[in-house]
């Protein structure tokens, strides 16, 4: 069955330290790969894509995400975080990219 | 140009009633797509709707129902609400021929 896994349910980390949050997905061919950020009470911002091409990508806020077909993984990452950076963090896997499997999520917490 | 919109933002329903959300894309995306997201559940795949039809469904019961218009404005229905159908609902929209989402900010649902 197809699915997506974030093994991080919550992940706290010092501002200005470094990031990574990891997704690790299960399906029959590379898919299409989103990483989305949901701040609370609000919709999903887009923050990055992999369809193909170069595996390592760069996204909005200074986010970037490294594809790994060997480990079926697409983690992502970020040198330095910033308060403002504290949020929930979905990572979304999708055949067609219209029809899109989430992770449970990632809550990141920023302390000072 | 505007985001995704969604109308009412929230809405609070009895056990039993049915109820109607509102999705207007942004503009120039035919694409729209419904999710669910829940704190146990997470965010689930609902339906997805191009040029007036459906093109991906979800596994949700019939209770939950789509539709499109002409000018890609899309609603879904709840009927015989249950408790359970309390939730943050969710329309993104794609530009066409490029399979990412842009997330509306939701319309939170709670059935008493």
């Known amino acids: 069955a197809q699915s997506v896994t974030q093994p991080d349910i919550h992940i706290t980390v010092s501002e200005g330290a470094s990031l990574e949050l990891r997704c690790n997905y299960s399906?029959?061919?590379?898919?299409?790969l989103f990483w989305y950020v949901q701040s609370p009470g609000q919709g999903l911002q887009l923050l990055l894509k992999y369809f193909s091409g170069d595996t390592l990508v760069q996204g909005i806020k200074g986010f970037e995400a490294e594809f790994k077909r060997s480990q079926s993984s697409f983690n992502l990452r970020k040198p330095s975080v910033h308060w403002s950076d504290a949020a929930e963090y979905f990572c979304a896997v999708g055949d067609s990219g219209y029809a899109l499997n989430f992770g449970k999520g990632t809550s990141l917490l920023v302390t000072p | 140009k505007a985001g995704v919109t969604q109308t009412p933002r929230y809405l609070i329903k009895t056990r039993g009633q049915q109820v109607t959300l509102s999705c207007s894309p942004i503009?120039?995306?035919?694409?729209v797509s419904w999710y669910q997201q829940t704190p146990g559940q997470g965010l689930q795949f609902l339906f997805e709707y191009f040029s007036e039809t459906q093109r991906n469904k979800g596994n949700f019961p019939g209770r939950f129902s789509g539709r499109q218009f002409s000018n890609s404005r899309s609603e879904m229905n709840v009927s015989t609400l249950e408790l359970g159908d309390s939730a943050l609902y969710l329309c993104?929209?794609?530009?066409?021929?490029?399979?990412?989402?842009?997330f509306g900010p939701g319309t939170r649902l709670t059935v008493t």
């Open positions: 503009s120039g995306h035919r694409s």
């Open positions: 399906y029959g061919a590379t898919p299409y």
């Open positions: 993104a929209s794609s530009p066409p021929d490029w399979p990412e989402q842009y």
